[in-house]
């Protein structure tokens, strides 16, 4: 790292680089940390960027550190699994198998409850960006921009909602969800695939049917949990 490296950008790497070791698998959970000094040495950071650094990934929950044992990886369980950081080294890390089914069924139990609510609260502003984002899916010319459209969709859903929390929910999964849209896409042999069950959802918005709307939802979320959990079974079996 360059000597005249900004304060904030060399404390942002050092938090980067240390956090995808440890969700990356190199310190494993229960792991202590090499010694200060030989942490800060690999990392060619100083020993006081690697303390403010600790004491960032100490407060997300990844590490704790005690007097004369020093530093240790914590238990998975006891990760800040929604914070923006750990989301997006967990993505960065490639998603594992299991990554993937607790996304799957999150979506499951937010997503449904979040198109009927849409059903139910939307206005005509939030109907019409619902509209715009599945009419870009549909005119998508190839993979990057299906995924931008349906992120866009998904995201146009939540805001209809009128549900702050549930707005913020999606804002802190986002890159788990980005992540997740195009594993699905390309895993399929038609990335539109799902483009008649997105119109299902908008439609159902449309018509304030909030029943028909979480059924529609429920049905695309089931569907590409099945599509990757194919994904899964095909790499097993090859393996």
């Not at 960032?56 to 530093?71: H, M, N, P």
Request: aromatic share 6%; net charge positive; proline share 3%.
């Amino acid at each position: 790292m360059s000597k005249g490296q900004p304060v904030r950008n060399l404390h942002k790497h050092v938090v980067d680089e240390l956090g995808q070791r440890i969700v990356g698998g190199l310190f494993a959970p229960g792991a202590s940390l090499p010694r200060e000094e030989a942490l800060a040495e690999s990392m060619v950071v100083s020993r006081t960027a690697l303390r403010e650094a600790m004491k960032v990934l100490g407060a997300k929950g990844l590490i704790e550190t005690r007097q004369k044992t020093g530093s240790r990886v914590r238990d998975k369980q006891h990760w800040n699994q929604l914070d923006a950081d750990v989301l997006n080294w967990r993505c960065a890390a490639m998603p594992t198998d299991d990554f993937i089914a607790q996304l799957v069924e999150m979506r499951e139990i937010v997503e449904p409850a979040a198109a009927a609510s849409a059903a139910r609260n939307r206005d005509r502003s939030q109907l019409a960006r619902i509209n715009a984002a599945y009419k870009a899916m549909a005119a998508a010319a190839d993979l990057d921009a299906w995924v931008a459209a349906d992120f866009e969709f998904h995201e146009a859903v939540l805001t209809a909602t009128n549900n702050e929390l549930l707005q913020s929910l999606f804002h802190v999964i986002a890159t788990a969800l980005q992540t997740f849209f195009q594993l699905s896409a390309r895993k399929a042999k038609d990335f539109k695939y799902s483009l008649p069950l997105h119109f299902e959802v908008s439609d159902a918005i449309r018509l304030r049917r909030p029943d028909a709307a979480r059924e529609a939802m429920r049905h695309m979320v089931t569907d590409s949990g099945s599509l990757m959990q194919a994904r899964k079974t095909r790499r097993v079996t090859a393996a």
